[in-house]
């Protein structure tokens, strides 16, 4: 980006001590969202494998674990949402909430173990494993909880 390109806000930041790592914060925001996006996109997705697993089960006669899939997936779709419309990683210059550094280095922590479960969760839904599939939910749900409390903490 060209110096006569920067917006106001980024001129400022240039400009006064200590507001340069402003854009890079505001930068991880944006980042946070597509995360939040993409991972809850994941969940959606591995959701509708469950489809199959309902057609499987139902081919070869297997009736009754087609409650545990349609458990699975009102939990998925549960745990889509949640993180799809999760708080994001970093507040603006001018909000009540500030989130200091190594409070984004936790909840990036928690991302990767979030992002690590729903893989495992894919896995299973994959594999046809429904049971592996509820702990692994159950799992990313758990997660996904404690990082809440991130934003909960003093």
């Known amino acids: 980006m060209e110096k006569s390109e920067k917006n106001f806000l980024e001129k400022f930041a240039d400009v006064i001590p200590g507001l340069s790592g402003y854009r890079a914060r505001e930068d991880r925001r944006e980042t946070d969202k597509r995360l939040r996006e993409y991972l ?31 458990l699975l997936q009102r939990k998925l779709q549960q745990l889509g949402d949640s993180i799809r419309f999760a708080t994001y990683g970093y507040t603006g210059v001018f909000d009540q909430l500030k989130i200091k550094e190594p409070e984004l280095d936790a909840i990036y922590s928690k991302d990767l173990a ?34 809440k409390t991130l934003f909960d903490a003093p």
């Open 114 to 147: 979030l992002a690590s479960s729903i893989e495992q969760l894919d896995k299973a839904v994959s594999a046809g494993d429904v049971a592996g599939a509820s702990s692994a939910a159950a799992s990313a749900q758990e997660i996904f909880s404690q990082r």
């Open 40 to 70: 809850g996109g994941r969940v959606d997705m591995i959701r509708g494998k469950l489809d199959d697993v309902k057609l499987a089960l139902t081919n070869q006669g297997n009736l009754a674990a087609l409650n545990d899939v349609g």
